[in-house]
């Protein structure tokens, strides 16, 4: 296990790593990182979650051609005409969207996906669909940044979702809710770029300031 694997540690450390190397990944560490996922919280321990594993270079490929439709179409726009969020700034940002654009143009070359779905049977997926899927791709990204492995949560192949989940060969009522692209990083893990708590958090009412330091007792 590679060092510096703390709990804490892990969570400040896990970037989006959206620049993979193509090597391959043995299928013991993405097993590990199934099993991770199977471990969240989800709603009655019903387990609603299915996980697609593809290593197809044709699917992925497939699956690309629209994940940058969606970039060029909304993506991209939206990074050129934002303001950097907090904790970030001008140069970090546009570091952030180059790293974006990359992934673009190779998420095909990531050795593996994981695709987090749900089946809905004939149920209307709603708001609260996402409860018991997402703790599990949180689960996965943890488990992967303790291994050694980048990956990110993306979604934006949900903007042509019946064509991509066509492709993947989903199932009816069986929906995609993030695509994790899984490899070798080729930059350093680090310390993740937020705001500071009092940028998103009240106390009792919504506007009133939290603590930024705890009271003493």
């Not at 471990?39 to 594993?53: M, S, T």
């Not at 809710?177 to 009412?205: E, H, K, T, W």
Request: glycine share 8%; hydrophobic share 35%; net charge neutral.
């Amino acid at each position: 296990m590679p060092e510096g694997t703390e709990l804490f540690h892990i969570m400040r450390t896990t970037r989006a790593m959206r620049r993979l190397k193509p090597d391959p990944v043995p299928d013991e560490l993405i097993r590990q990182i199934l099993e991770a996922g199977v471990c969240a919280a989800n709603g009655g321990n019903n387990q609603p979650w299915r996980f697609l594993v593809i290593k197809d270079r044709s699917i992925k490929e497939q699956v690309q051609r629209w994940y940058k439709k969606a970039f060029d179409e909304v993506v991209g726009p939206r990074y050129r005409g934002s303001e950097p969020p907090p904790g970030s700034s001008p140069s970090r940002y546009r570091r952030q969207h180059d790293a974006v654009e990359y992934l673009t143009d190779h998420y095909h070359d990531a050795p593996v996906w994981i695709v987090a779905c749900q089946d809905h049977g004939s149920d209307t997926p709603n708001r609260a669909s996402g409860a018991s899927i997402y703790p599990a791709v949180q689960n996965m990204l943890l488990a992967a940044r303790a291994l050694g492995l980048g990956a990110t949560l993306t979604s934006r192949h949900l903007r042509h979702e019946t064509e991509v989940e066509a492709i993947m060969g989903l199932p009816p009522g069986v929906h995609s809710y993030a695509i994790l692209p899984i490899g070798y990083p080729m930059g350093n893990f680090g310390p993740v770029r937020r705001g500071a708590l009092s940028d998103f958090v009240y106390l009792d009412q919504w506007g009133e300031s939290y603590p930024a330091v705890a009271p003493a007792d």
